[in-house]
């Protein structure tokens, strides 16, 4: 089964509001990490978070971990046009849980930041 | 900053060909890892090495195969290629404890079967 789910599927924003995309996963996990998607370009790594940590800010960017409901949330302040992308989680699961180094990808979220 | 390598960048091929696509990891990372993602769906993890050996194995089919060199670069080949196998192709690199350290993405491969 998948392991991240991303929601919404979908996102439309106005340029300047705030776009928050929420991942759940299902199983104990090393570190999550999210990344950012151009229509059919190549992956680009936005952040990292461990399992002990709660919380990361990165420019624009804050993601939350909450390990106790297997949730995470990107959140995109102040959005402009040029966010607009496909955002994935991506799950590294402990290899005690029989994970390995392979990152487990959500479904995404289509964001779309109007002008 | 030197980063993950791929090539060629689009291959077009015909079905039951053979395709082989290549990955340059960033210099000194000793792992690699191999993913596909089909039009309008999430990457899926297909193989890794990791100095040189296979590490894990995911939904990779049969018809594929794919070894790590010794100076660390890897390749992909795809045989009998069907329809289906068209798809974004993704190298990533990492070094040291991938429970720490973060995968590095290279431009990916896109591959298209007519």
């Known amino acids: 089964s998948q392991q991240g789910e991303e929601d919404p599927q979908a996102l439309s924003i106005q340029e300047g509001e705030n776009a928050t995309m929420n991942c759940s996963y299902k199983?104990?996990?090393?570190?999550l990490q999210w990344y950012r998607q151009n229509s059919g370009r190549g992956l680009v790594h936005l952040i990292l978070?461990?399992?002990?940590?709660r919380e990361k800010h990165s420019g624009r960017l804050r993601v939350t971990l909450d390990t106790s409901k297997k949730s995470s949330s990107l959140l995109i302040t102040a959005s402009r046009a040029a966010d607009t992308a496909s955002y994935f989680c991506?799950?590294?699961?402990?290899?005690?849980?029989?994970?390995?180094?392979?990152?487990?990808f959500g479904k995404g979220t289509k964001l779309t930041v109007n002008p | 900053a030197a980063g993950v390598i791929q090539s060629p960048r689009h291959l077009i091929k015909e079905k039951r060909e053979t395709a082989t696509l290549k990955c340059y990891p960033i210099?000194?990372?000793?792992?690699v890892y191999w993913y596909q993602q089909g039009p309008g769906q999430d990457p899926q993890f297909l193989i890794s090495?990791?100095?040189?050996?296979?590490?894990d194995k995911g939904s990779i089919p049969d018809r594929f195969s794919a070894q790590q060199f010794s100076d660390y670069h890897s390749e992909l080949n795809m045989s009998s290629l069907e329809l289906g196998d068209s798809a974004l192709y993704f190298c990533?690199?990492?070094?040291?404890?991938?429970?720490?350290?973060?995968?590095?993405f290279g431009p990916g491969t896109r591959l298209t079967v007519l």
């Open positions: 978070i461990r399992s002990n940590e």
């Open positions: 199983t104990s996990i090393n570190n």
């Open positions: 210099p000194r990372h000793d792992t």
């Open positions: 090495f990791y100095e040189k050996m296979q590490s």
């Open positions: 990533a690199s990492s070094r040291g404890d991938p429970s720490y350290n973060e995968q590095f």
């Open positions: 991506a799950t590294h699961l402990l290899i005690t849980q029989g994970g390995s180094e392979k990152l487990v």
